[in-house]
């Protein structure tokens, strides 16, 4: 809002103490400029109000919820740090673009590190689910290729179907995505990051990551759908219900999930500034528990 | 006495794996930071997860905390995030079951409500009607007190742009508010927000 003489603004920097006292005097004679400057007053009243205090339990939850998650559960997994210098070290020589972490997120199966979920908070359980997990994410990166050749047929089809589907409705929304640059930024990654995880710095990249990202072929037999199918579901499956079972360390920012086992849960950090996008591989078993999961940790 | 230590004291401390360090530091700062959750994402169980969420991230990072900024605007920073994150996380919901959407739905003026509480209801939840990018610095600036350049660090944006977006978000809670006391009826949706056009 304007008024004759000063919009708001102005009238704001004199709220603040900024404005000059020239300007002062001149909003203190013009009345309709004191009525406006009034208003803003009122405007900055309701958001000072204090708020009331959390219960005294919330509190202590919140702030034992915390401590939970610097308490050293277990060893670390992985370093998340260190896979990154490796990783670095990996690509050097190869494009850095956005464009090819993007694509190289959605490749592979990182080792590592995250996210470690148990049920009940048992740290000897977490202590055991972090190995249990570590050492399947080893298999992984040691027998990526292997695993992928015993691929069931039907699963492939499957995989290949959805990815049509998937194809399809983005088509149809006027949103194909350009298959043939992923496929550049893809064999240009290529074999060198047999083991990734991508690296971004804000939720809006990772928003970013979400609308370019496609497909990569060779992990089609994973049965690994387009990532915005993936969010999806997890919007729906994961997200939901986590969120009815009100545990915080378990809503993670954004999450994706695959539909069939092993399990893949895709998952932005935005706090680990730069915020980072881990791929976590799981089975059943896990997967069970997430769903039932009283507690997360989060271990690095 | 270890309570009477500084933040400074407290955090390097608590970076050398000083547990009860740790607990002084969230403790003392929890308030603060779920004020800026509570103003964020309105009062109630999300302002507690998201000033939890916050409170977690802060320990996964301490690490990374070198001390070139203020504790305090640095933590400020992780708050807001984990409130945009709140937020977004509601509206998923919110998208998911238009149902809710409307029984979250304010009629005010209305029979059957008094008309200073329905005044007051629509003023609490003024802020839920401005887009993030205005009610943070809005927050930022007349809760928490800091100043343009202090909320441009926090945000990463020009002070030039703090100063505009606080002016547009005052203005338009004053709109709000004006409103309401001048007795016109008005229907709220509570966390729907506008584009930056329209605040």
Same mark, same amino acid.
């Given at each position: 809002?304007?008024?004759?003489?000063?919009?708001?603004?102005?009238?704001?920097? @004199?709220?603040?103490?900024?404005?000059?006292?020239?300007?002062?005097?001149?909003?203190?004679?013009?009345?309709?400029?004191?009525?406006?400057?009034?208003?803003?007053?009122?405007?900055?009243?309701?958001?000072?109000?204090?708020?009331?205090?959390?219960?005294?339990?919330?509190?202590?939850?919140?702030?034992?919820?915390?401590?939970?998650?610097?308490?050293?559960?277990?060893?670390?997994?992985?370093?998340?740090?260190?896979?990154?210098?490796?990783?670095?070290?990996?690509?050097?020589?190869?494009?850095?673009?956005?464009?090819?972490?993007?694509?190289?997120?959605?490749?592979?199966?990182?080792?590592?590190?995250?996210?470690?979920?148990?049920?009940?908070?048992?740290?000897?359980?977490?202590?055991?689910?972090?190995?249990?997990?570590?050492?399947?994410?080893?298999?992984?990166?040691?027998?990526?290729?292997?695993?992928?050749?015993?691929?069931?047929?039907?699963?492939?089809?499957?995989?290949?179907?959805?990815?049509?589907?998937?194809?399809?409705?983005?088509?149809?929304?006027?949103?194909?995505?350009?298959?043939?640059?992923?496929?550049?930024?893809?064999?240009?990654?290529?074999?060198?990051?047999?083991?990734?995880?991508?690296?971004?710095?804000?939720?809006?990249?990772?928003?970013?990551?979400?609308?370019?990202?496609?497909?990569?072929?060779?992990?089609?037999?994973?049965?690994?759908?387009? @990532?915005?199918?993936?969010?999806?579901?997890?919007?729906?499956?994961?997200?939901?219900?986590?969120?009815?079972?009100?545990?915080?360390?378990?809503?993670?920012?954004?999450?994706?999930?695959?539909?069939?086992?092993?399990?893949?849960?895709?998952?932005?950090?935005?706090?680990?500034?730069?915020?980072?996008?881990?791929?976590?591989?799981?089975?059943?078993?896990?997967?069970?528990?997430?769903?039932?999961?009283?507690?997360?940790?989060? @271990?690095? | 006495?270890?309570?009477?230590?500084?933040? %400074?004291?407290?955090?390097?401390?608590?970076?050398?794996?000083?547990?009860?360090?740790?607990?002084?530091?969230?403790?003392?700062?929890?308030?603060?930071?779920?004020?800026?959750?509570?103003?964020?994402?309105?009062?109630?169980?999300?302002?507690?997860?998201?000033?939890?969420?916050?409170? @977690?991230?802060?320990?996964?990072?301490?690490?990374?905390?070198?001390?070139?900024?203020?504790?305090?605007?640095?933590?400020?920073?992780?708050?807001?995030?984990?409130?945009?994150?709140?937020?977004?996380?509601?509206?998923?919901?919110?998208?998911?079951?238009?149902?809710?959407?409307?029984?979250?739905?304010?009629?005010?003026?209305?029979?059957?409500?008094?008309?200073?509480?329905?005044?007051?209801?629509?003023?609490?939840?003024?802020?839920?009607?401005?887009?993030?990018?205005?009610?943070?610095?809005?927050?930022?600036?007349?809760?928490?007190?800091?100043?343009?350049?202090?909320?441009?660090?926090?945000?990463?944006?020009?002070? %030039?742009?703090?100063?505009?977006?606080?002016?547009?978000?005052?203005?338009?809670?004053?709109?709000?508010?004006?409103?309401?006391?001048?007795?016109?009826?008005?229907?709220?949706?509570?966390?729907?927000? %506008?584009?930056?056009?329209?605040?």
């Amino acid at each position: 809002m304007t008024t004759n003489r000063f919009d708001d603004e102005i009238l704001s920097t @004199i709220i603040d103490g900024e404005a000059s006292p020239e300007t002062v005097a001149s909003v203190a004679s013009d009345p309709d400029a004191l009525q406006r400057l009034t208003a803003l007053r009122a405007a900055v009243d309701v958001v000072a109000t204090p708020i009331p205090d959390a219960t005294p339990e919330r509190r202590s939850a919140s702030i034992a919820a915390a401590m939970a998650a610097a308490t050293p559960a277990s060893p670390e997994v992985t370093s998340l740090s260190a896979k990154r210098h490796e990783r670095e070290q990996t690509k050097r020589g190869l494009p850095t673009g956005w464009l090819v972490a993007a694509a190289a997120a959605v490749l592979l199966f990182i080792l590592g590190t995250p996210l470690i979920f148990s049920s009940g908070g048992d740290v000897a359980e977490v202590a055991a689910d972090a190995v249990t997990v570590d050492a399947r994410v080893e298999v992984a990166e040691e027998e990526a290729a292997e695993e992928e050749a015993m691929e069931d047929e039907e699963e492939a089809m499957e995989a290949e179907e959805a990815m049509e589907d998937e194809d399809e409705a983005m088509a149809d929304d006027g949103e194909a995505l350009d298959n043939s640059e992923a496929a550049q930024n893809s064999e240009a990654a290529g074999a060198a990051i047999a083991l990734d995880v991508a690296v971004v710095t804000s939720l809006e990249q990772f928003d970013e990551l979400v609308q370019t990202a496609v497909v990569v072929p060779e992990l089609a037999g994973d049965d690994i759908l387009a @990532i915005e199918t993936l969010q999806a579901r997890a919007t729906s499956n994961v997200d939901e219900v986590l969120a009815t079972n009100v545990n915080p360390q378990c809503l993670v920012p954004s999450a994706a999930v695959t539909n069939s086992t092993p399990y893949s849960l895709i998952v932005l950090d935005p706090f680990a500034g730069p915020a980072e996008l881990v791929i976590v591989e799981f089975g059943d078993d896990d997967m069970t528990r997430l769903l039932n999961a009283e507690t997360c940790e989060v @271990i690095r | 006495m270890q309570t009477l230590a500084d933040d %400074g004291e407290l955090i390097r401390a608590a970076q050398r794996g000083d547990m009860a360090s740790l607990e002084i530091l969230l403790d003392r700062h929890h308030d603060r930071l779920r004020a800026v959750c509570a103003k964020v994402v309105g009062f109630g169980a999300d302002a507690d997860d998201a000033a939890q969420m916050a409170l @977690i991230s802060i320990v996964k990072n301490l690490d990374s905390f070198d001390g070139r900024a203020q504790f305090t605007t640095w933590t400020y920073r992780i708050a807001t995030n984990a409130a945009i994150d709140e937020l977004r996380r509601r509206k998923r919901r919110d998208a998911d079951s238009l149902d809710d959407d409307e029984q979250h739905r304010h009629v005010v003026g209305t029979s059957g409500i008094d008309d200073a509480a329905a005044a007051k209801i629509v003023i609490d939840d003024a802020l839920d009607q401005l887009a993030e990018d205005f009610k943070i610095p809005v927050i930022l600036r007349d809760l928490c007190g800091l100043n343009y350049d202090e909320i441009a660090e926090v945000l990463d944006i020009a002070p %030039g742009t703090v100063r505009s977006r606080i002016a547009r978000g005052r203005g338009k809670l004053a709109d709000i508010i004006g409103d309401v006391t001048s007795g016109g009826n008005q229907i709220t949706e509570p966390g729907v927000q %506008g584009s930056d056009d329209d605040y």
